[in-house]
C-alpha cells in the first residue's frame, strides 16, 4: 500500500512556507494559529535555527502559537513591548471573489 500525499495538507505547508520567506532579519511577527500558520511558524524557526536570519521576535496571538514558536525556537514578546508590527502572518479563513476576508 502506498501512502498518498494529502493536497490539502501540501498546499498549507507551501502556503505557510512562502509567508515565513516574507519575514527578514530584524523583524518583529505576529504569529496567528492555525494549521497553515502552524507550517508558517515551523518554517520560520528553521529559518532562524539556520542562521538564513536572526533578530526576529514574534508575538503569538494564542497559547498554541506560543507553544510552536518556543518549540522551534522563535523568541517571544508581547504586544505591550512593542510599538509596532513588521508583519503578521495568519490564516483567512474566509475570502470572497473579491480577496476580502472575515
Known sequence: ???????????KQEVGKAAAKRVQSGMIVGLGTGS???????FLGDRLN??????????????????LAKQYGIPLTTLDAVDH???AIDGADEVD?????D
Open 50 to 67: 539556520s542562521g538564513e536570519i536572526k533578530d526576529i521576535v514574534g508575538i503569538p496571538t494564542s497559547f498554541q502559537a506560543e507553544v
Open 97 to 101: 471573489p473579491q480577496k476580502n476576508f
Open 85 to 87: 508590527i513588521d508583519v
Open 36 to 42: 497553515t500558520t502552524a507550517y508558517a511558524i515551523q
Open 1 to 11: 500500500m502506498s501512502a498518498e500525499i494529502d493536497p490539502i495538507k501540501l498546499m
